[in-house]
């Protein structure tokens, strides 16, 4: 499956973005989904991921609670809301997918798409 994430910009602390990941190629419903981040010079890491078929959601201590996940498998589509935007939030954000969760959660997914950058200003 093919990824295209999209949604990113400059936001100032405290504010929201909704990050959207268009998935092509594929049977997307198959397929869990997630996103990852990179913060330059440091190793990726995972931020969230949602079983197939709009199932359990399992998030990163680091936004949980602030972060959403969610899916619409009629449009092969997955976002990422994210809430109560910090400055540590500040990366490129990776769409992902893999018919085995797990891969996503240790950052080895099958399936990247192209990131898109984050910026919370202070």
């Known amino acids: 499956v093919q990824l295209q994430a999209s949604g990113g910009g400059l936001v100032q602390v405290g504010g929201s973005l909704r990050l959207s990941c268009a998935a092509s190629?594929?049977?997307?419903?198959?397929?869990?989904a997630g996103w990852i981040r990179q913060v330059l010079g440091k190793e990726r890491e995972f931020v969230a991921v949602i079983k197939r078929r709009g199932g359990s959601e399992f998030y990163a201590d680091s936004v949980r609670g602030r972060f959403a996940i969610s899916r619409d498998d009629a449009k092969n589509m997955v976002y990422l809301q994210m809430n109560s935007l910090r400055p540590e939030d500040t990366a490129v954000y990776y769409c992902?997918?893999?018919?085995?969760?797990?891969?996503?959660?240790?950052?080895?997914?099958?399936?990247w798409g192209q990131g898109t950058l984050v910026t919370v200003s202070s």
């Open positions: 992902a997918a893999d018919l085995v969760m797990h891969n996503i959660v240790v950052v080895t997914p099958g399936s």
């Open positions: 190629g594929g049977t997307f419903s198959n397929y869990a």
